[in-house]
């Protein structure tokens, strides 16, 4: 079993910075897509970032030059650094990832438990 377990949010000014983190954590193991998702109140859970095994980022329009995603493959960790932040992006940001255990055929989708990001005007 592979849990994924978040940290660094928090309460911020806009402006302000904050860089998440996102680790697996189990045996056996690999992962294929990273991402970071965001659920503010009221609103439907949306992709923020995402990036593969190679390396390859996606992002959504809202967040492009402002945040940016990386992974270290050694530790199966992911983290997303978060710059210019605005009111806007205050939610409880999730952790996924497609992870593929030595004795499956495909990968599964994963997801942490998510970690509040709140941005003061």
């Known amino acids: 079993q592979v849990q994924l377990v978040e940290s660094g949010g928090g309460l911020v000014q806009a402006g302000g910075s904050l860089r998440l983190s996102c680790a697996a954590s189990?045996?056996?193991?690999?992962?294929?897509?990273m991402g970071w998702y965001r659920q503010a109140p009221g609103k439907q859970r949306e992709l923020v970032a995402a990036?593969?095994?190679?390396?390859?980022?996606n992002y959504a329009d809202s967040v492009k030059g402002r945040f940016t995603i990386s992974r270290d493959n050694a530790k199966n960790t992911v983290y997303l650094q978060m710059s210019s932040l605005k009111p806007d992006d205050t939610a409880v940001y999730y952790c996924?990832?497609?992870?593929?255990?030595?004795?499956?055929?495909?990968?599964?989708?994963?997801w942490g438990q998510g970690t509040q990001v709140t941005v003061s005007s």
């Open positions: 996924n990832a497609w992870v593929r255990s030595a004795t499956a055929e495909h990968h599964s989708e994963y």
């Open positions: 189990g045996s056996d193991f690999s992962i294929n897509f």
């Open positions: 990036i593969t095994s190679g390396g390859s980022t």
